[in-house]
């Protein structure tokens, strides 16, 4: 059974986010454990927890009383949490309070810094972040399997957190517990996967990969040294160009342009409408047209489609919401062209 470490450091993920760091105080031969839990939470500040539980078999259970926070106001649960240590030796599990607020953690062994008389006060040390936008993409269950592995390269952590859609809600995972289900799940159109770990001077490197989030696709890479933080960043940009839709992509970019050059024209035909009645109607038209290119492109063309089968995707899995934004595109310039001679035609007589 790995040795259960004094201090730990990590991060709390959940309906709750923020830092923690936990010091165990005393161990009856590795199984009975009791300590001092500190979560500093993102919003609501710093909360201290007096905890005790069993460490047995890699797996620790305690059970935390809050006794002291930051915030007076704020009403605090009592704390349940199970981990096990992975084999990074790192522990990885999930919390709850009697609050029902819940979510996942990790945290690191950490060992006090050890002081020398030449030691010196450090100087800050500089973030360095690398964003790239990424466009339209189609994936599998295999790309994501592959994309895990892509991610985990150069780093000594090998849990992933995952934020995925599962039964019409948001469910938080590591991507071990993701993967095991992801087979079951309903084609996603969207997919958080994040990835932190201690680097040099205090500092943490981190990878935040966000997939259909607002409507959009980016990776974002920091870390201490700015090599690594642009290397990784690109390789994994790399990565995603096999699985890059230009049309989709294009039409998501300039699908409003689109949308206001077809109000403009509209506002030009409209004066050469000779009745009142008939220029509402092809107004109507036009505004029931752009709203109805626009749904389909959003259900058949998302920003992002992760199919969620065990089969790698073929030619037409991929291009085929393409071939529908093609379609769609020419049949909306047919109609524009007959409701425009439509309407001229018969305001001939």
Known sequence: MPNLETYWIGNVYGTNTGNLFLEITSSNEGEEVSGTL????????????????????????????????????????????????SE???????????????????????NPASKTQNSKISTPQPIYIKNISLGALRLSSSDIRQLFKEIKKDLNTNVLIITYSFH????????????DEIDSLKNLNNLKIYISEPAENNLNKMISIDLGIFNSNKISVQGPQEAWVIGKAEKLALFFKSFHSSLITNYKK????????????????????????????????????????????????????????TNKLNWFHRFWPAMISWVTTIIGALIVFYITHHFHFFGSY
């Open 168 to 179: 019409g809600n948001e469910k938080m995972n590591f991507d071990e517990g993701f993967l």
């Open 88 to 110: 990074d030796g790192s522990l990885k599990g999930n919390w709850k309070t009697s609050l029902e607020t819940a979510g996942l953690f990790v945290a690191h062994p950490g």
């Open 38 to 85: 500190r979560i500093n939470d993102n919003v609501f500040g710093l909360t201290v927890y007096n905890i005790t539980g069993t460490y047995e078999n890699s797996v620790l259970k305690i059970t935390g009383r809050p006794i002291s926070q930051s915030n007076t106001q704020l009403i605090t649960g009592e704390l349940e949490a199970e981990a096990t240590i």
């Open 254 to 309: 300039f699908g409003l342009s689109i949308n206001s050059l077809l109000f403009i024209c509209m506002l030009i035909l409209t004066p050469s409408i000779d009745t009142l009645i008939n220029r509402a109607i092809f107004v109507f038209m036009v505004f029931a047209l752009l709203l109805i290119l626009q749904q389909i492109h959003k259900h058949f063309a998302p920003i992002v489609t992760i199919i969620t089968s």
